[in-house]
């Protein structure tokens, strides 16, 4: 974020050196600067850059003279550049803010230091935020599918009333019940039509209601669950 106190430069170095309460960002445009920051060289020529932290001392020397672009700022977000190299994209901004500095260019002068952190943080991948997964209520589910079992309701419906594909709703009863959705079904069916029959109603009766085609493809559904 840029603040009041970021100021934008153009300086010529010869040997000198620092330190300073605030991030102090250096572009090389020409020449070679030597730097020493926290015991370590680093030099610094035409499209390389770094970040000097608040603080930290560093020391200078440009035997044949350099130029750079300087900007002063007092904004946090630096700290997330320090550990990266200027990119491509903020290079190409140094040169235009350093034209702008020398023509004396207001505008841009006043939002470069922000364009300039923006183009130099490194890129992150964005990702689409992870939707909340939907609980299913099995039991709710599970008594809407009975009471139209004498219509057989598809996979499909099923997922429908839960507002997931069929395919989702699989994923989930084999994660959730350890089964398809096809053996939960039928099983919840089976279950269904033995307690029918437990309560005296006649096995054609029951076949009707649980969606068999007749008593007989019950038995043998029954026969095949081991119920």
């Avoid at 100021?7 to 070679?32: C, K, M, N, P």
């Avoid at 060289?41 to 035997?63: K, M, W, Y």
């Avoid at 994209?89 to 952190?117: D, F, K, N, V």
């Avoid at 809407?144 to 997922?159: H, K």
Wanted: charged share 20%; aromatic share 4%; with cysteine.
């Amino acid at each position: 974020m840029h603040t009041a106190h970021d100021h934008l430069s153009v300086r010529h170095y010869g040997a000198s050196h620092g330190s300073h309460d605030h991030f102090q960002i250096l572009i090389g445009l020409g020449g070679v600067l030597e730097l020493e920051l926290a015991g370590c060289g680093q030099r610094i020529t035409a499209g390389q850059g770094c970040v000097v932290p608040p603080g930290e001392r560093h020391d200078f020397e440009a035997r044949h003279g350099a130029r750079c672009l300087v900007l002063d700022s007092h904004a946090s977000d630096w700290a997330r550049a320090s550990k990266a190299p200027p990119s491509p994209a903020a290079l190409a901004l140094a040169s235009y803010l350093a034209r702008a500095c020398t023509e004396q260019l207001p505008r841009a002068r006043h939002i470069g230091p922000t364009l300039l952190l923006e183009a130099w943080l490194p890129p992150t991948t964005t990702t689409l935020a992870t939707r909340p997964r939907r609980d299913i209520d099995w039991e709710a589910l599970a008594r809407w599918a009975l009471s139209r079992a004498s219509s057989s309701p598809s996979v499909s419906e099923l997922a429908a009333r839960v507002h997931l594909s069929a395919a989702q709703l699989a994923a989930r009863c084999r994660a959730e019940r350890g089964q398809s959705t096809q053996q939960w079904l039928r099983e919840l069916r089976l279950a269904q039509a033995r307690a029918w029959r437990d309560e005296g109603v006649t096995v054609a009766e029951v076949a009707r209601r649980s969606g068999y085609r007749s008593p007989s493809a019950l038995t043998a559904a029954r026969r095949r669950a081991g119920i």
